[in-house]
């Protein structure tokens, strides 16, 4: 099945710690995005990358990083400068070819990341 | 700022219509609408999108106003599994953010 697979789903950080999100998807997709969401909220975009070996900072790039060293994986890392990473973080992707379904993007089931 | 505003929260009848508004008068004319649904822990689904003519797929239609400054989804027979946070988002083919507000909490009452 195509898809965007996410892990881990749920990860638990000390405090001080370094922690890194997966995200690998086989669409075959040049962009790909990762999004921050807290309870009762709309998504906030973190990074985005459009293509191989380039990315580009989100709203609220702080305290995060991230590589593009292959198509189809764009792993991002809770840094401990991101002083309230608790959250639900979801990986998206989209294929910059125009197709019918217009550059929809298309996103994982998400990580929970919780400091404890 | 999200360029969309829609209702916090609505209830429907299961086997109902349910219709949701969006209002977004600030949509330029390059600016598509599109539609997103989130059950609860899970990653957003696409629902549908358009431009300015109506649409309608498997899973919902799409009404846009003449002036597109809103437009309304709606979820046919709507069913229990339909129970989730509805997103409605403006952007533009050469955009590649998607600017996201709090959505629509349907809730389908049995």
Known sequence: DGGITQSPKYLFRKEGQNVTLSCEQNLNHDAMYWYRQDPGQGLR??????IVNDFQKGDIAEGYSVSREKKES???????????????????????????AGNTIYFGEGSWLTVV | DAKTTQP???????????NLPCNHSTISGNEYVYWYRQIHSQGPQYIIH???????NEMASLIITEDRKSSTLILPHATLRDTAVYYCIVRGRSNYQLIWGAGTKLIIKP
Not at chain 1, 85 to 96: E, G, I, V
């Open chain 1, 45 to 50: 975009l973190i990074y985005y990358s459009q």
């Open chain 1, 74 to 100: 764009f792993p991002l890392t809770v840094t401990s400068a991101q002083k309230n990473p608790t959250a639900f973080y979801l990986c998206a992707s989209r294929d910059r070819n125009h197709d019918r």
């Open chain 2, 8 to 18: 916090p929260s609505m209830d429907c009848a299961e086997g109902r219509a349910a």
């Open chain 2, 50 to 56: 358009g431009l300015k003519n109506n649409e309608t």
